[in-house]
Each structure stands twice: as structure tokens, then as C-alpha cells.
């Protein structure tokens, strides 16, 4: 019997591959990509069929369940709809990425930024250190969402900043995604020169009815590069939306990124981190509220490779109604990275019954002169504070919502961080509004 | 303003409060004097409403209503404000918006307008400065990483704020500096008038220099052993607790 299980799990397994083999045989037919992009493509395909479609049992998707994905029918997306509705009426400042088709109709302004470089993924190719980074991390690929994100790449945008130079002005990108059952993967590479310092926002819009958004996005920090990274992340309900985060960093360099989870629907946030350059800073603070039936999946790895880095892992989550949560983070210190500290933090505020948050953090050390620390608490709101904010005669509904908001905005406070971060608090006030009414 | 009879109160089972009358009129400061452990911050929090404590016993009324048909926030509401002995933290809550929820609870619980943010930070900045508290106090989050003397300054500042009718202030000189209790003595004695009330814990006669009682009163072991006007005080400060007998 219980064979038998396994050999029919195996074998849907296998019919989703197959499926999703022949979903991007005909987007290849509609799409006829450039030779360098064709390749790129080629090269994901196969690494996802050597993966094959992660059930639950794989130990990276331990806490999504991906049978909704394996039995939806998607659809490829058009080509640049340009009457997709994108929210936000400064669109034509910003690059904006719809369908994962580079928007063709809102050129990439930036007030007089001569020193930061905005390239169609297409003629970036033409690069082949560029191609060969990109061919060389989907080699490597263990993550399959993050290949298959990959074989679908039709367009792309890659944005650049000059070695020395600062950009005067954060440079804004809407991934968007009309509804589904459409699938889309978005591409975006970040490389930040030497000594440069670059601010990015991403922000995701539109998504719903089973729509799912497959991003890759790559950050190459060189020496002493400082990125502030900003993310607001979920789509719109019945929304997928996966996005793997692939950080290399050099000498002295500082990645410092803010992750929120504004919209709703389904999202993972796959962060993989390389210090390979020694003094090198990362930190990551990630804020999520769930409400409904939203589900946030974070899988952190974070790889000191080199001596005296550091890195910073802070997470607050409020669940409530029967939202889910988890957090799946490893810091690994590689033998040669002496002198690494790490700090691992999880906080989750667990508001319903039905709500579920999991936890799951992991220290691998092969090299005795580190300091790591790692801690992660799953609670109620805390009795204490309410009483004192009712003893200052503010009503309980109020002070809950005052707490929990205080509670979310911890990981939004960050020293020196040059990313916009007031409408994240606002997207974050709106929904709690939301979840009281 | 305030009349105790024969208040009983336990917490986590434990009677801790055995049997404490006190009366407290308009215009009156009184100081509540007494051992660790001898039930001071108990009184002050079955006063506030504070969920952890448990009424076996007695009547409290304030302005004529019975205080224990108060929600903790009506309390509050009705002009009851309790500086707490350990002032709780509140980390991703800046003390600017803490104050403007409190303060507009008030003004809306009156059928006043409430201010905005702007308006606000006026009020704000003025009490601030009679506290001699940095600008830094404002956006940082409620008591987190306050110094002692800081969460202290903190308590005074609400009630600076809330200007409520009876203020109880717990240990409000622990921590506090030689500078700084002069600092929050004057604030404190700032808002004191005739038609208010104030209830001083201290173990030190130091701060009743600055905020001079009409009456003090000494507790031990929940009940109220002695009571008499600042000689009292003065007389604990020279020969200690040990011979409460002496002083009855
Ligand atoms: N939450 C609690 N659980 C158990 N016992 C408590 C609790 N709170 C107070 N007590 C006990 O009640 C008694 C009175 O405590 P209370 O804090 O009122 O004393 P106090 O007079 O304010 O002392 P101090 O001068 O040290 O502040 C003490 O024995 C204390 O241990
Ligand atoms: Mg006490």
C-alpha cells in the first residue's frame, strides 16, 4: 500500500514536470528569445527537471503546501499588457516590470542619475560575464521554483551603479502581475560598483485569482558597495507569489534589506546570502501581517565565507484569523570565516487560535572564533502592556491595535536607512484596519 | 474625592491588602510611607484596576461613584492616574504617539475634538522642556531603554499631560537624581492645586522636602499603622520601621 502511495506521489510528481515542460516549450514558441537569453532559459529547464517539482516532503518547502500549484492550469502571460492596471500615479518615475515584461511605455527616469545604469535584460545579456553569472548561479540552482523562475524569463532589467558614485534617488521597481491564472517571472539584477552606495525598492502589485508571480532577483555588491534594499511583498488574494533573493557581497560591504508583507495571498521570500569578502555586513528585518487565510514563507541562508563578517536576521510576524507563518533561516560559517558574529531573531505574534506560526533556525559553525546567537519567541500580546496603556485611559481595542502595530514597526526601524519606509507603515495601518473591521 | 473603607485584596491568591481606610479630599497631598513588601504598589494598582489584583473586600469610591464599577480605562477617564513604580515598555511605540492616544482619549471622553499630530507636538514639547526632557524622548519608543531616572521623568510627563484629578505616584524618586527630583518635584508641585489630589509613595523623607504632605501614613503588612502630618515622616526617617509601636 504504502508503495503504492509513494509511486503515485512520485508519478503526479512527474506529470506536473512534464506539464510544466510543455508550458515552456510553448512559451518559447510564442516568445522566440535572443540567443543569450535562449541559453539562460535552456540551462533552468533542465536544472528544474533534475530537481523535479518540490512536494511538501522536500525539505525546503516543508511548510507550503505546493499540491494548489501543482493542479492549477496556468497560462502563459501576454506580452506587455499596456492597459494593465498599475496602481500608483508616478508610474513613469520608476521601472516597472508587468507580467515580467519591462514596460516599454514608462522609460526609466531618475533626475539627472548619470551614474546609475538601467539595461533591458536583453542587451545587458550581451555581457557575457553577466550571462555567465546568471548560467552559473542556475547551475547551482537547489531551489526548483527558483530554476523553473528562470526557464520562464522572457525580459528582465538590470540596473547598475558606477563604482564611487551615490545615486541621489532610490531607484523604484514595480514587479506586477495581472490576474491570473497567469505565470510570470520577473528578473532583476542589481549590481552595485565599488565604494557605490544604491537604494532599491520592489514592490509587488496586482496578483489574484490564482495568479503566480515567479521572481529571481540578484544583488552583486562589490568592495565596500553599500545596498538598502526595500521589498513589499503579496499580491492580491488566491495570489502565489515566490521571489528568490540571491545576494553575493564582497569585502566590506553592506547589504541591509527591509521586508514587508503588505498584500496578501501566498508568498515565499527566499533569501540566499554570500559573504565572500571579508568585513562584510548583511541584515535582513522582515515584518509581516497575516490576515484572512495570507500565508508568508521565509527560507534564509546566510553563508559567511570570509573573516570578520556579520550578519543580522530580524523577523516580527502577527498571525491572525487562520494566516500562517514560517521561518525556515540558517546562518552556515564556513571554516575559513574566523571572527563572524551572527544574530538570528524571530518574533511571532500568534493573535487566533487558528493562526500558526513555525520556527525553524539553524547555526551551522565549522570554525570556533565566532559569536551567534540566535532566539525565537511565539506568544500573545503581552498583558503588561495593555493594562498600562489602559491605565492611561486608551480603550482595548485601541491599545491592542496600538501594540501590535508597535510590535511590527521594531523591525522598521533602522539606523541610517535611506529607503522610504512611512508608506510601508501606512500600507501596514491600512490592513489593520482591515482586520478589525 | 477618594474614600477607602476597609479594603481587603489579594493577588495570585495571596491577601496582601487586609483592611485599609483612608480618605483623600481635594487639595490634599497625602504621603503613604511603609516597608518593602508592605503592600504600597498593591493599594495603587487594586486602585488603578490593575487585572492582576483580586478585591476580597470593601469599598473604594471616587467622586462619589464606586471605583470598581470602573473598567481600568474609565478609571483613567474619571481623572484616576497611577506613576507606576516599574513603568512597563512598550518597544515600536513612540512615546509622541503613546501620549497623543492618552491625551486624545481625554479631550474625546470630554467631547472635545481631538488634536492632530502637529497641534500636539506643541502641547508636548512645552511639558517636555518644564521636564528638562530631550527632543530624543519623543520619537523613542515608550520606556524602552529608558534609564531608571528616564521612565520616571516619563510618568510625570503623562501626567503633566493628562492633568488628572488624583495622582498616585509610586516610588517616584527612586532613580531619579539629586537634579532630577528637583526637576520632577517641581513639575509634580507645578500641577498641584486646590481642586486636585496627590498620593506620594516614598521611603524617603528627602522627597517630601520638595512635595510636602498634609497627612502620612505608615503601611505595614497591608494595614495602615500610623497616620499623622510630616513630623511622622520625619521621626520614620530618624528611627526606621522598627519601632512602629513608638510611633502609635
Ligand atoms: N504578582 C505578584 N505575585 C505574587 N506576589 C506578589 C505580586 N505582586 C506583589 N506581590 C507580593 O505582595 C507583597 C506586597 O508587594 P508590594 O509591591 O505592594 O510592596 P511595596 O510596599 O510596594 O514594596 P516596595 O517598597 O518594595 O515597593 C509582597 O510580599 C510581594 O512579594
Ligand atoms: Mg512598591
Given at each position: 500500500?504504502?508503495?503504492?502511495?509513494?509511486?503515485?506521489?512520485?508519478?503526479?510528481?512527474?506529470?506536473?514536470?512534464?506539464?510544466?515542460?510543455?508550458?515552456?516549450?510553448?512559451?518559447?514558441?510564442?516568445?522566440?528569445?535572443?540567443?543569450?537569453?535562449?541559453?539562460?532559459?535552456?540551462?533552468?529547464?533542465?536544472?528544474?527537471?533534475?530537481?523535479?517539482?518540490?512536494?511538501?516532503?522536500?525539505?525546503?518547502?516543508?511548510?507550503?503546501?505546493?499540491?494548489?500549484?501543482?493542479?492549477?492550469?496556468?497560462?502563459?502571460?501576454?506580452?506587455?499588457?499596456?492597459?494593465?492596471?498599475?496602481?500608483?500615479?508616478?508610474?513613469?518615475?520608476?521601472?516597472?516590470?508587468?507580467?515580467?515584461?519591462?514596460?516599454?511605455?514608462?522609460?526609466?527616469?531618475?533626475?539627472?542619475?548619470?551614474?546609475?545604469?538601467?539595461?533591458?535584460?536583453?542587451?545587458?545579456?550581451?555581457?557575457?560575464?553577466?550571462?555567465?553569472?546568471?548560467?552559473?548561479?542556475?547551475?547551482?540552482?537547489?531551489?526548483?521554483?527558483?530554476?523553473?523562475?528562470?526557464?520562464?524569463?522572457?525580459?528582465?532589467?538590470?540596473?547598475?551603479?558606477?563604482?564611487?558614485?551615490?545615486?541621489?534617488?532610490?531607484?523604484?521597481?514595480?514587479?506586477?502581475?495581472?490576474?491570473?491564472?497567469?505565470?510570470?517571472?520577473?528578473?532583476?539584477?542589481?549590481?552595485?560598483?565599488?565604494?557605490?552606495?544604491?537604494?532599491?525598492?520592489?514592490?509587488?502589485?496586482?496578483?489574484?485569482?490564482?495568479?503566480?508571480?515567479?521572481?529571481?532577483?540578484?544583488?552583486?555588491?562589490?568592495?565596500?558597495?553599500?545596498?538598502?534594499?526595500?521589498?513589499?511583498?503579496?499580491?492580491?488574494?488566491?495570489?502565489?507569489?515566490?521571489?528568490?533573493?540571491?545576494?553575493?557581497?564582497?569585502?566590506?560591504?553592506?547589504?541591509?534589506?527591509?521586508?514587508?508583507?503588505?498584500?496578501?495571498?501566498?508568498?515565499?521570500?527566499?533569501?540566499?546570502?554570500?559573504?565572500?569578502?571579508?568585513?562584510?555586513?548583511?541584515?535582513?528585518?522582515?515584518?509581516?501581517?497575516?490576515?484572512?487565510?495570507?500565508?508568508?514563507?521565509?527560507?534564509?541562508?546566510?553563508?559567511?565565507?570570509?573573516?570578520?563578517?556579520?550578519?543580522?536576521?530580524?523577523?516580527?510576524?502577527?498571525?491572525?484569523?487562520?494566516?500562517?507563518?514560517?521561518?525556515?533561516?540558517?546562518?552556515?560559517?564556513?571554516?575559513?570565516?574566523?571572527?563572524?558574529?551572527?544574530?538570528?531573531?524571530?518574533?511571532?505574534?500568534?493573535?487566533?487560535?487558528?493562526?500558526?506560526?513555525?520556527?525553524?533556525?539553524?547555526?551551522?559553525?565549522?570554525?570556533?572564533?565566532?559569536?551567534?546567537?540566535?532566539?525565537?519567541?511565539?506568544?500573545?500580546?503581552?498583558?503588561?502592556?495593555?493594562?498600562?496603556?489602559?491605565?492611561?485611559?486608551?480603550?482595548?481595542?485601541?491599545?491592542?491595535?496600538?501594540?501590535?502595530?508597535?510590535?511590527?514597526?521594531?523591525?522598521?526601524?533602522?539606523?541610517?536607512?535611506?529607503?522610504?519606509?512611512?508608506?510601508?507603515?501606512?500600507?501596514?495601518?491600512?490592513?489593520?484596519?482591515?482586520?478589525?473591521? | 474625592?477618594?474614600?477607602?473603607?476597609?479594603?481587603?485584596?489579594?493577588?495570585?491568591?495571596?491577601?496582601?491588602?487586609?483592611?485599609?481606610?483612608?480618605?483623600?479630599?481635594?487639595?490634599?497631598?497625602?504621603?503613604?510611607?511603609?516597608?518593602?513588601?508592605?503592600?504600597?504598589?498593591?493599594?495603587?494598582?487594586?486602585?488603578?484596576?490593575?487585572?492582576?489584583?483580586?478585591?476580597?473586600?470593601?469599598?473604594?469610591?471616587?467622586?462619589?461613584?464606586?471605583?470598581?464599577?470602573?473598567?481600568?480605562?474609565?478609571?483613567?477617564?474619571?481623572?484616576l492616574f497611577l506613576a507606576y513604580q516599574y513603568p512597563v515598555e512598550i518597544p515600536g511605540l513612540s512615546n509622541r504617539e503613546f501620549l497623543r492616544?492618552?491625551?486624545?482619549?481625554?479631550?474625546?471622553?470630554?467631547?472635545?475634538?481631538?488634536?492632530?499630530?502637529?497641534?500636539?507636538?506643541?502641547?508636548?514639547?512645552?511639558?517636555?522642556?518644564?521636564?528638562?526632557?530631550?527632543?530624543?524622548?519623543?520619537?523613542?519608543?515608550?520606556?524602552?531603554?529608558?534609564?531608571?531616572?528616564?521612565?520616571?521623568?516619563?510618568?510625570?510627563?503623562?501626567?503633566?499631560?493628562?492633568?488628572?484629578?488624583?495622582?498616585?505616584?509610586?516610588?517616584?524618586?527612586?532613580?531619579?537624581?539629586?537634579?532630577?527630583?528637583?526637576?520632577?518635584?517641581?513639575?509634580?508641585?507645578?500641577?498641584?492645586?486646590?481642586?486636585?489630589?496627590?498620593?506620594?509613595?516614598?521611603?524617603?523623607?528627602?522627597?517630601?522636602?520638595?512635595?510636602?504632605?498634609?497627612?502620612?501614613?505608615?503601611?505595614?503588612?497591608?494595614?495602615?499603622?500610623?497616620?499623622?502630618?510630616?513630623?511622622?515622616?520625619?521621626?520614620?526617617?530618624?528611627?526606621?520601621?522598627?519601632?512602629?509601636?513608638?510611633?502609635?
Amino acid at each position: 500500500m504504502l508503495s503504492n502511495t509513494i509511486d503515485h506521489k512520485e508519478s503526479s510528481e512527474q506529470e506536473t514536470v512534464a506539464k510544466t515542460v510543455d508550458l515552456y516549450k510553448a512559451a518559447l514558441k510564442k516568445s522566440n528569445p535572443a540567443p543569450n537569453l535562449f541559453v539562460l532559459n535552456e540551462a533552468a529547464i533542465s536544472r528544474f527537471t533534475e530537481l523535479g517539482f518540490p512536494a511538501r516532503k522536500h525539505e525546503m518547502f516543508t511548510f507550503i503546501d505546493t499540491r494548489k500549484l501543482e493542479e492549477a492550469e496556468f497560462r502563459l502571460a501576454n506580452d506587455y499588457d499596456t492597459n494593465a492596471d498599475i496602481p500608483g500615479d508616478d508610474v513613469e518615475k520608476h521601472i516597472v516590470l508587468a507580467d515580467g515584461v519591462l514596460s516599454p511605455l514608462q522609460p526609466y527616469v531618475a533626475g539627472n542619475d548619470k551614474n546609475v545604469l538601467v539595461t533591458p535584460l536583453p542587451k545587458a545579456l550581451a555581457n557575457h560575464t553577466l550571462r555567465d553569472m546568471l548560467l552559473a548561479s542556475v547551475n547551482n540552482e537547489t531551489d526548483a521554483f527558483a530554476a523553473l523562475g528562470t526557464a520562464f524569463i522572457k525580459d528582465g532589467v538590470v540596473v547598475e551603479i558606477l563604482p564611487d558614485t551615490k545615486a541621489t534617488m532610490p531607484i523604484k521597481i514595480t514587479l506586477h502581475t495581472n490576474k491570473g491564472p497567469v505565470i510570470t517571472a520577473p528578473l532583476v539584477v542589481v549590481k552595485a560598483g565599488a565604494r557605490s552606495r544604491l537604494q532599491v525598492v520592489v514592490e509587488e502589485t496586482g496578483g489574484g485569482e490564482s495568479s503566480f508571480m515567479n521572481a529571481n532577483i540578484h544583488f552583486i555588491l562589490e568592495d565596500g558597495a553599500t545596498l538598502e534594499y526595500l521589498l513589499s511583498q503579496g499580491g492580491g488574494c488566491d495570489s502565489w507569489s515566490f521571489i528568490k533573493h540571491h545576494v553575493t557581497q564582497k569585502k566590506e560591504s553592506r547589504f541591509s534589506a527591509v521586508c514587508a508583507f503588505t498584500g496578501s495571498g501566498i508568498t515565499r521570500n527566499s533569501i540566499d546570502a554570500r559573504l565572500i569578502g571579508d568585513d562584510a555586513k548583511f541584515s535582513l528585518r522582515s515584518t509581516s501581517l497575516l490576515l484572512d487565510k495570507d500565508q508568508a514563507h521565509f527560507h534564509v541562508r546566510v553563508n559567511h565565507e570570509a573573516k570578520n563578517c556579520e550578519s543580522y536576521q530580524l523577523f516580527k510576524n502577527v498571525v491572525t484569523d487562520s494566516g500562517r507563518v514560517s521561518v525556515d533561516t540558517t546562518v552556515a560559517v564556513g571554516n575559513g570565516a574566523s571572527l563572524s558574529k551572527s544574530d538570528q531573531l524571530v518574533n511571532n505574534l500568534l493573535l487566533t487560535e487558528n493562526g500558526r506560526a513555525d520556527v525553524k533556525p539553524n547555526l551551522t559553525i565549522l570554525n570556533d572564533d565566532v559569536k551567534c546567537a540566535h532566539g525565537a519567541t511565539t506568544g500573545k500580546l503581552d498583558e503588561e502592556q495593555v493594562a498600562y496603556m489602559k491605565s492611561r485611559g486608551i480603550d482595548e481595542a485601541s491599545s491592542k491595535r496600538a501594540l501590535v502595530t508597535g510590535f511590527l514597526n521594531v523591525a522598521l526601524s533602522v539606523p541610517d536607512f535611506k529607503c522610504p519606509l512611512e508608506p510601508i507603515k501606512q500600507k501596514l495601518l491600512a490592513r489593520m484596519e482591515k482586520a478589525n473591521a | 474625592m477618594l474614600k477607602i473603607k476597609n479594603l481587603k485584596a489579594a493577588i495570585n491568591g495571596k491577601e496582601i491588602i487586609k483592611g485599609i481606610s483612608l480618605t483623600v479630599n481635594s487639595g490634599e497631598t497625602h504621603s503613604i510611607m511603609g516597608p518593602n513588601g508592605s503592600g504600597k504598589s498593591t493599594l495603587s494598582k487594586v486602585l488603578a484596576g490593575d487585572p492582576s489584583c483580586e478585591i476580597l473586600g470593601g469599598s473604594v469610591t471616587f467622586n462619589g461613584v464606586n471605583l470598581f464599577d470602573l473598567e481600568p480605562e474609565e478609571r483613567a477617564l474619571a481623572g484616576l492616574f497611577l506613576a507606576y513604580q516599574y513603568p512597563v515598555e512598550i518597544p515600536g511605540l513612540s512615546n509622541r504617539e503613546f501620549l497623543r492616544m492618552a491625551y486624545n482619549a481625554k479631550l474625546s471622553n470630554e467631547g472635545a475634538e481631538e488634536v492632530d499630530p502637529i497641534d500636539f507636538d506643541e502641547i508636548l514639547n512645552e511639558k517636555m522642556q518644564t521636564l528638562g526632557m530631550g527632543e530624543k524622548f519623543r520619537e523613542r519608543s515608550v520606556n524602552a531603554g529608558f534609564s531608571g531616572g528616564e521612565k520616571k521623568k516619563n510618568e510625570i510627563l503623562q501626567m503633566a499631560i493628562l492633568q488628572p484629578a488624583l495622582s498616585i505616584l509610586d516610588e517616584i524618586d527612586s532613580g531619579l537624581d539629586i537634579d532630577a527630583l528637583r526637576v520632577v518635584a517641581d513639575g509634580v508641585n507645578k500641577l498641584k492645586n486646590d481642586k486636585n489630589a496627590l498620593i506620594v509613595i516614598t521611603h524617603y523623607q528627602r522627597l517630601l522636602d520638595y512635595i510636602k504632605p498634609d497627612f502620612v501614613h505608615v503601611l505595614s503588612e497591608g494595614k495602615i499603622v500610623a497616620s499623622g502630618t510630616s513630623e511622622l515622616a520625619k521621626r520614620l526617617e530618624a528611627r526606621g520601621y522598627n519601632d512602629i509601636a513608638v510611633l502609635v
